[in-house]
Structures are given as structure tokens and as C-alpha cells.
Nanobody, 119 residues
């Protein structure tokens, strides 16, 4: 089992910045992928960004160039620096952790943190 705890959401004006953080605990395999997803009201959950344990990153086209994902393997944490925020970035953001070595191939999710961007 892996537990994920997110922090850092809030309300910000368009053009502003926020930083989300997520800490993983429990049975952590060194080979894993951590990431951020988001879900806006009425929409499906969508991928925002992921980062592997060796630092390979992937970004959704809608956030590329504005968001930066990073991780600290020693602390089992992942962060998402969000700059130039837009109202359409408003959503609940979820941290995720997944490993091919874990029996739960669907991975684990945090409880979510609300990000609201006002125009």
C-alpha cells in the first residue's frame, strides 16, 4: 500500500503561480512513476504531467511550457510548479504513484487538492 498526501492548492488570479506538493509513504518501490492529474466539474480526469524515477518527464500539451514537474527520490515527493495559470486550469488536482513492481497495477491516488484560477 502507498499513501499520498497533497498540499498547495488554493485560489489565484489568472497569470499567477501555485506550487503543488505530494508526499508518498508506505511500500515504495524505487522504480515508479509519479504524476499529477486533474478533474474539472463535468469533465473526466486528465493527465497533467508525469515523471519517472529516473527523471523522464511528460506534459499534456495544454500545460507544456507553463508547468514543471519535479521529484525528490530521497523524500518520495513530487511537486508541480504551475505558472501563467489560466481559468481553464481550475480543477481538483490529484497526485498519483504507480510501479510495475507493485501488485496494484492501477496505482494509488491522493485525496485531491482544489486549484481555482479567477479571471
Amino acid at each position: 500500500q502507498v499513501q499520498l498526501v497533497e498540499s498547495g492548492g488554493g485560489l489565484v488570479q489568472a497569470g499567477g503561480s501555485l506550487r503543488l506538493s505530494c508526499a508518498a509513504s508506505g511500500r515504495i518501490f524505487s522504480i515508479n512513476v509519479m504524476g499529477w492529474y486533474r478533474q474539472a466539474p463535468g469533465n473526466q480526469r486528465e493527465l497533467v504531467a508525469t515523471i519517472t524515477s529516473i527523471g523522464t518527464t511528460y506534459y499534456a500539451a495544454s500545460v507544456k511550457g507553463r508547468f514543471t514537474i519535479s521529484r525528490d527520490n530521497a523524500k518520495n515527493t513530487v511537486s508541480l510548479q504551475m505558472n501563467s495559470l489560466k481559468p481553464e486550469d481550475t480543477a481538483v488536482y490529484y497526485c498519483s504513484w504507480k510501479s510495475v513492481l507493485d501488485s496494484n497495477r492501477d496505482g494509488y491516488w491522493g485525496q485531491g487538492t482544489q486549484v481555482t484560477v479567477s479571471s
